[in-house]
């Protein structure tokens, strides 16, 4: 297994250009493969999941153009029309592919396959599947019920009203939202149980909207979509940087100063992981707000109790980020992170512990009482990207530290360790 040792660092920075928002990346390139006209994609993100999407599109017939550093795609839309793919569609684990594939594949005619890593056979899918039957989708599971690979006879569906339980994955509904104008009549959807991660239902909803559909959202519990229509490619769309990815950067920032610049997500974001910023000003860093970058500056860290439902992804910066406050840090309201990459909960709560940290691990929050002194350990990373961005903190914190398998972060973020060194000091 490789392994990357981080030296102490005693200060960051610089400035730094994030990648585009994989949230963004995989939205954009499904809806511009299903529309009606050719659209340019710029500052897509270049990562394992993206690739994913990339290759489900091109198996089933789009023609995509990528430029030389893969940041600028031109997809010519199929109108709706994709070709049968022989082989089964290998999605890793990128619940943005997977998911949204799903629903899209199931109204769309043909035959398809969806196949994933061994985790994503672990994360459930049985809401969106009962949506989708209960719509008359035609999906079987391959192995274990509710659960990937799955097999989709896709056919024409004619929408209706229909439930789908919001209290594990957003994904879920976002799949249906994106698959309902492909519908021949019109879609209500009723939410059951509490919608998680809301903020991206709005991400969802806006880059529908750049491709000419609209969507009713009346306060997150119902959503009416009208039928038999084609996307529209905007022509030419922009990849607002990734928010969940500036978390490590402003959360680098904050823990060890110097002035970090961080350029693609601000005012102007879209995307709700931006609420992390807000986040680390209760925490006590100091932040310059700009429409489309943050100037991040250290302050004294208090420890903070917060519900992190909305954010689920940047909250696992705040795990680590706690290791250098002046008290306990408590992050609430997010079971889900144990259907994500890894049992998140569990591996956070893992590792935190080898640091020396003390950690209350509940069903769905974790407290975190820093450790009088930090202790030199290797950080399993379990096949988590964020995981491995995490723990680089502890070297931010002046504390060397071992990442296992640091490759991880190609799912998200290929050169997460080089752009943090581009600014360690
Ligand atoms: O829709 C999206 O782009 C995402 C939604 C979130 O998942 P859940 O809705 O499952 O929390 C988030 O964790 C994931 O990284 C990306
Ligand atoms: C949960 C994540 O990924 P996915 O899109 O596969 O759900 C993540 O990136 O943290």
Same mark, same amino acid.
């Given at each position: 297994m490789e392994q990357l040792t981080l030296k102490p660092i005693s200060k960051v920075s610089g400035s730094v250009t994030l990648p585009g928002s994989k949230s963004l990346s995989n939205r954009i390139l499904l809806l511009a493969a299903l529309a009606e006209g050719t659209t340019e994609v710029h500052n897509l993100l270049d990562s394992d999941d993206i690739r994913h999407m990339l290759g489900a599109l091109e198996q089933m017939g789009v023609d995509v153009t990528l430029n030389q550093d893969k940041t600028v795609a031109t997809v010519k839309g199929c109108a709706g029309k994709l070709q049968t793919p022989q082989q089964p569609l290998f999605l890793g684990n990128a619940g943005t592919a997977y998911r949204p594939l799903t629903a899209v594949l199931a109204a769309t005619q043909g035959v398809y396959e969806l196949i994933g890593e061994p985790r994503m056979e672990e994360r459930p899918i049985g809401h969106l599947v009962d949506a989708m039957q209960a719509l008359g989708a035609d999906i079987q599971y391959? #192995?274990?019920?509710?659960?990937?690979p799955l097999r989709i006879n896709g056919k024409s569906l004619s929408g209706g009203e229909v439930e789908i339980d919001g209290? %594990?994955?957003s994904q879920f509904l976002t799949a249906l939202l994106m698959a309902s104008?492909? *519908?021949a009549g019109d879609t209500c959807i009723r939410i059951k149980g509490e919608l998680v991660s809301k903020p991206y239902i709005d991400i969802t909803v806006g880059v529908m909207a750049h491709f000419g559909v609209n969507v009713i959202n009346d306060n997150y519990q119902t959503f009416s979509v009208k039928g038999g229509q084609t996307y529209q490619s905007p022509k030419r769309i922009m990849v607002e940087g990734d928010a969940s990815s500036a978390s490590y950067f402003i959360a680098a920032a904050a823990i060890a100063g110097g002035e970090v610049e961080i350029n693609g @997500?601000? #005012? =102007?974001? @879209? =995307?709700?992981? %931006?609420?992390f910023a807000k986040v680390m000003e209760q925490v006590g860093a100091k932040i310059d707000w700009h429409d489309e970058k943050l100037v991040v500056r250290k302050g004294a860290l208090r420890g903070v109790d917060i519900d992190a439902n909305a954010i689920p992804d940047a909250a696992m910066t705040l795990a680590t980020v706690a290791l250098f406050a002046d008290g306990p840090t408590a992050i609430r309201n997010i079971y889900n992170w144990r259907v994500k990459e890894t049992d998140r909960l569990a591996a956070m709560a893992t590792e935190l512990r080898k640091i020396g940290a003390e950690v209350v691990e509940g069903h769905d929050f974790i407290e975190i009482t820093p450790p009088s002194t930090i202790h030199l350990t290797d950080i399993d990373t379990y096949n988590d990207h964020r995981i491995a961005m995490c723990f680089s903190m502890v070297a931010v914190g002046g504390h060397e530290v071992i990442i296992n398998? !640091?490759?991880?972060?190609? #799912?998200? *973020? !290929?050169t997460y360790f080089d752009v943090l060194a581009s600014i360690s000091v």
């Open positions: 391959l #192995k274990n019920p509710d659960y990937p209290s %594990i994955s104008p492909l *519908f @997500v601000g #005012k =102007q974001s @879209v =995307q709700g992981d %931006i609420d398998d !640091p490759g991880c972060t190609a #799912k998200t *973020f !290929p």
